[in-house]
């Protein structure tokens, strides 16, 4: 290198020093270094602005409004679930920014008067937003529209709508869905999947009938149901047993507020007692057995205050049913227990509205109860969501339960975790409100607990063993609201455990609605056993006329060692 800089200054007419010369490369060398780490920053710039939006592709602002809500009663907890899924399906990293749920409300709430075109739009340019989403949901009578568009701020033009029209809530969530779909694909240029459902892991044999058998070896008749009958109330659970002592089952079935008593007679059945609850009812679950064994069975309801338990039990005296416990703070069940039979259970409440401490066998004392023993669950236990029993046929005691999530699980003695279902089941409507402790008076944080679905035990083929008793809700979107629940239909299931997991033997039809309650027993006191199946067909939140209906399936499968239904 020196010496071709020296012979470059030669020629140049200029004498140049070795010392110079050396200085000279030195310093080219580094102009060299330096414009090489130059470009090679801007090129790991290049690429790395390449992999994020460009001043070009800046994300387009999305402010979803609160849809109005035109209804003779309270539906903010479906105007919030419209809020969130319409959030979460058109949300997309890098191309939509959807403005948070609370900014919006608070915008909304500082423009007085209804919410119209010229109202969102202000909305709009006020938050930014280069689109707003508005929209009316109204219910008249049994009849339910729903009614949305999305605007584009800056031109004032309604770019997709969306209608629809239907008997009850059918439409409603397919409608909102359909809409974020036509909007990803017709504005935002992404096209989404359709919401999954829970898959159906049976391969049904038989199409039709009361109970299906599932798997090979299906041989067995079926039957289509013996008995329906509707009713103008919103089923939230039932029982059967003999109340009054004479022979012959009585079918228990509570609502938010009033527990009913039917008896069979002229080939349907005829409303004998009712009771309504005192002090804000909300009952939540029931049970009937002859626990104190004088002949007559009591009936167990579980009640649920703002923030504690009110619990009531019932029994005949001859003339009226007598509340025998009431106001007890416990949140109580009849449940089955290896060598105890029918045994009565309870959990307290917290003051917050969650499950509080564990589960105790309870016994009567006065006019209240006293926990006697505690029954060991795994972490997720509760009062409503277990049972136990020997699965496997040898003498293990294994406890199965429905999860936090809605799975069925499987634990050993040792509290070990054997199974997890891929499929949701149970899927109650049935919940307790959780309050936020911090603020003060407690305030309702819109948090719902659900109350699991009944799960039960019943020995369905006659073999000596006992099959899981629990129905499977179906939810058209996958259960993607936390507090907003809709379910399109249910059945029942009677599983086994096959050394692998838990697996469906026989199943009901499948019935639409919300599969609410169920039970095994000679509910026509024909002699026969009956399957029972309540569903919710219209709740009473969303059009105030609740719907329910009673299914009955004779069962004709080999009957059971004793002609009583295994309760629960």
Same mark, same amino acid.
């Given at each position: 290198m020196q010496f071709r800089l020296l012979e470059s200054t030669r020629q140049k007419g200029r004498v140049t020093t070795n010392c110079e010369a050396a200085n000279l490369g030195k310093y080219i060398m580094r102009s060299r270094a330096t414009i090489l780490l130059v470009m090679f920053i801007v090129l790991v710039s290049l690429c790395f602005i390449q992999g994020y939006p460009s001043a070009a592709e800046v994300p387009k602002k999305l402010a979803v409004l609160p849809f109005t809500m035109n209804a003779d009663r309270d539906l903010t907890f479906l105007q919030t679930g419209i809020m969130d899924m319409l959030n979460s399906r058109l949300a997309w990293k890098g191309k939509v920014q959807v403005i948070e749920k609370g900014t919006v409300k608070k915008e909304v709430a500082s423009l007085p008067g209804p919410l119209n075109k010229e109202k969102a739009l202000l909305i709009g340019k006020a938050l930014g937003a280069d689109y707003v989403i508005?929209?009316?949901?109204?219910?008249?009578?049994?009849?339910?529209?729903?009614?949305?568009?999305?605007?584009?701020?800056?031109?004032?033009?309604?770019?997709?709508?969306?209608?629809?029209?239907?008997?009850?809530?059918?439409?409603?969530?397919?409608?909102?869905?359909?809409?974020?779909?036509?909007?990803? #694909?017709?504005?935002?240029?992404?096209?989404?999947?359709?919401?999954?459902?829970?898959?159906?892991?049976?391969?049904?044999?038989?199409?039709?009938?009361?109970?299906?058998?599932?798997?090979?070896?299906?041989?067995?008749?079926?039957?289509?149901?013996?008995?329906? +009958?509707?009713?103008?109330?919103?089923?939230?659970?039932?029982?059967?047993?003999?109340?009054?002592?004479?022979? *012959? /089952?009585?079918?228990?079935?509570?609502? *938010?507020?009033?527990?009913?008593?039917?008896?069979?007679?002229?080939?349907?059945?005829?409303?004998?007692?009712?009771?309504?609850?005192?002090?804000?009812?909300?009952?939540?679950?029931?049970?009937?057995?002859?626990?104190?064994?004088?002949?007559?069975?009591?009936?167990?309801?579980?009640?649920?205050?703002?923030? /504690?338990?009110?619990?009531?039990?019932?029994?005949?005296?001859?003339? *009226?049913?007598?509340?025998?416990?009431?106001?007890?703070?416990?949140?109580?069940r009849v449940v089955d227990l290896p060598g105890r039979g029918k045994t009565l259970v309870g959990q307290k409440r917290s003051t917050e509205g969650k499950y509080h401490g564990d589960v105790y066998i309870l016994a009567r004392k006065g006019n209240g109860f006293v926990d006697t023993e505690l029954v060991k669950l795994p972490r997720h236990g509760n009062v409503f969501n277990f049972v136990k029993n020997d699965l496997t046929g040898k003498g293990g005691i294994y406890t199965t339960l429905l999860g936090p999530w809605e799975h069925l699980l499987v634990y050993n003695q040792e509290g070990e975790q054997l199974w997890k279902s891929d499929d949701y089941f149970g899927g109650n409507l049935t919940y307790m409100v959780y309050m936020d402790p911090d603020v003060d008076r407690m305030?309702?944080?819109?948090?719902?607990?659900?109350?699991?679905?009944?799960?039960?035990?019943?020995?369905? /083929?006659?073999?000596?063993? +006992?099959?899981?008793?629990?129905?499977?809700?179906?939810?058209?979107?996958?259960?993607?609201?936390?507090?907003?629940?809709?379910?399109?239909?249910?059945?029942?299931?009677?599983?086994?455990?096959?050394? #692998?997991?838990?697996?469906?033997?026989?199943?009901?039809?499948?019935?639409?609605g919300t599969v609410a309650g169920y039970q095994i027993a000679d509910v026509d006191n024909d002699g026969q056993l009956e399957l029972a199946i309540a569903s919710v067909t219209s709740e009473s939140y969303f059009i105030g006329l609740p719907q329910s209906r009673l299914v009955l399936y004779d069962l004709k499968q080999p009957a059971p060692r004793t002609k009583e239904a295994v309760r629960q």
């Open positions: 508005m929209g009316s949901l109204t219910v008249f009578g049994d009849s339910v529209s729903i009614d949305a568009k999305i605007l584009d701020v800056a031109k004032s033009d309604e770019l997709v709508t969306a209608f629809n029209q239907s008997k009850g809530m059918d439409g409603v969530i397919p409608t909102v869905n359909q809409f974020a779909e036509d909007i990803n #694909a017709k504005i935002m240029g992404k096209a989404i999947a359709r919401p999954g459902y829970p898959s159906e892991t049976e391969t049904v044999k038989k199409e039709a009938g009361a109970l299906i058998e599932v798997g090979e070896g299906s041989g067995a008749s079926v039957q289509k149901p013996s008995f329906v +009958q509707r009713f103008k109330l919103e089923i939230r659970g039932l029982d059967a047993g003999d109340l009054d002592g004479d022979g *012959k /089952n009585e079918l228990v079935i509570i609502d *938010k507020d009033t527990v009913y008593v039917y008896k069979w007679g002229k080939n349907r059945l005829i409303q004998f007692q009712s009771v309504k609850g005192s002090w804000s009812p909300n009952f939540i679950y029931v049970s009937v057995a002859d626990l104190d064994g004088n002949g007559r069975a009591e009936i167990y309801v579980s009640n649920l205050t703002a923030t /504690n338990a009110s619990t009531v039990v019932l029994e005949w005296d001859g003339s *009226k049913f007598k509340e025998i416990v009431s106001r007890e703070s416990w949140l109580i305030a309702d944080t819109g948090v719902r607990i659900f109350i699991p679905s009944p799960i039960f035990l019943f020995d369905i /083929n006659g073999d000596g063993k +006992q099959e899981i008793v629990v129905c499977q809700n179906h939810s058209k979107v996958a259960r993607i609201f936390g507090d907003f629940r809709w379910f399109g239909s249910g059945k029942v299931h009677f599983m086994d455990w096959d050394g #692998a997991g838990l697996v469906s033997q026989w199943t009901s039809q499948k019935l639409s």
